[in-house]
């Protein structure tokens, strides 16, 4: 059984960093991707960004170039560092991965085992 862990999140002013990162056990970046999705109160969720096993990378035009997603495979962790925080970018942020090889771009809803999500909000 898979499970994903997120942790990282907090509040942060605009124009600062945090670094996300993901755990799936039970899963291996070897063979499947991992990606992160958020969502806002009100609003749908955002792929925002994935990472395929052979480190491939999709990013949603929100946040390239703000946003970095890499991983750790001996740790089998993934993070994702977010640089240039604005507060349209507060929302909770979800790691989740798939059990094919490879992303579907930023496609927010190509996931099969989700973690709990983690806060992140943008605010002075």
């Known amino acids: 059984q898979v499970q994903v862990v997120e942790s990282g999140g907090g509040l942060v002013q605009p124009g600062g960093s945090l670094r996300l990162s993901c755990t799936a056990s039970?899963?291996?970046?070897?063979?499947?991707?991992i990606g992160w999705v958020r969502q806002a109160p009100g609003k749908e969720r955002e792929g925002v960004s994935c990472?395929?096993?052979?480190?491939?990378?999709y990013y949603a035009d929100s946040v390239k170039g703000r946003f970095h997603i890499f991983k750790d495979n001996a740790k089998n962790k993934v993070y994702l560092q977010l640089n240039s925080l604005k507060p349209e970018d507060s929302a909770v942020y979800y790691c989740?991965?798939?059990?094919?090889?490879?992303?579907?771009?930023?496609?927010?809803?190509?996931?099969?085992?989700w973690g709990q999500g983690t806060q992140v909000t943008v605010s002075s």
């Open positions: 989740a991965t798939a059990r094919g090889a490879y992303c579907s771009g930023t496609y927010a809803y190509q996931y099969d085992y």
């Open positions: 990472i395929s096993v052979d480190g491939s990378t």
């Open positions: 039970g899963s291996t970046l070897d063979y499947n991707p």
